[in-house]
């Protein structure tokens, strides 16, 4: 009986644990990294394709993006909706982006 308790204990304690250290493992909630800026251009203008590679990129692949074609209303629509789940674009680079996709892949 003394056995079967100890075997009993040691049975919990790892299947306690063997599910809190996989958890541990995967990094749970961590946040995701801040994106990056991507450089301006020589004008000083933002680019465009670089903020669409380092910030669409972030939730999907570029042939999700890219397979798209759009008028600069719809570009505007869709990149307010990505902004509203969540995309880090400040102003300018919302700007940046809608035009970048609008000249890129029209409708």
Do not use: N
């Not at 204990?9 to 299947?15: G, P, Q, R, Y």
């Not at 644990?17 to 251009?41: F, H, R, V, W, Y």
């Amino acid at each position: 009986m003394r056995r079967s308790v100890k075997i009993l204990a040691i049975s919990v304690v790892a299947f306690t644990l063997l599910p809190a250290s996989a958890l541990a493992a995967c990094g749970g909630d961590t946040p995701q990294e801040e994106p990056t800026t991507p450089a301006a251009t020589a004008t000083g203008a933002l680019d465009g394709a670089a903020l669409v590679q380092d910030r669409c990129t972030q939730c999907h692949d570029l042939a999700r993006v890219e397979g798209k074609s759009e008028s600069p209303e719809e570009w505007t629509s869709i990149v307010d909706s990505m902004i509203a789940r969540g995309a880090q674009l400040d102003d300018q680079e919302r700007q940046a982006v809608i035009d970048y996709l609008s000249e890129q892949f029209p409708d």
